[in-house]
Nanobody
């Protein structure tokens, strides 16, 4: 069983920045960040593979978000900048043993989520 713990959410003004972190108990193949706003489906934000460091971003965040990892700390980060009110959501990190794409159903392990609220 892989455990994930997110941190770093909070309230920020439009245009501000936040860095989310996700500590994982064991490395798998890839890690992803997803988000879910009230009344909406969970959507992909970004992913990264542990070994190659290959990244993938949703179009909605490309250029504003950076996913990175610290192998020594088993931690994945999501640096978010130029935040907009539409970025408001609960952000989840997830781990997959064999997939690094955007489909949330392919990620087996999930954290509890961290709330990000962007005020206008």
């Amino acid at each position: 069983q892989v455990q994930l713990v997110e941190a770093g959410g909070g309230l920020v003004q439009t245009g501000g920045s936040l860095r989310l972190s996700c500590v994982v108990s064991a490395r798998t193949y890839a890690m992803g960040w997803f988000r879910q706003a009230p009344g909406k489906e969970r959507e992909f934000v970004a992913s990264i593979t542990w070994t190659a460091g290959r990244t993938l971003y949703a179009e909605s965040v490309k250029g504003r978000c950076t996913i990175s990892m610290d192998n020594a700390k088993n931690t994945v980060y999501l640096q978010m900048a130029s935040l907009k009110p539409e970025d408001t959501a609960v952000y989840y990190c997830a781990a997959s043993q064999d997939y690094s794409g955007s489909s949330y159903g392919r990620y087996r392990y999930w954290g509890q989520g961290t709330q990000v609220t962007v005020s206008s």
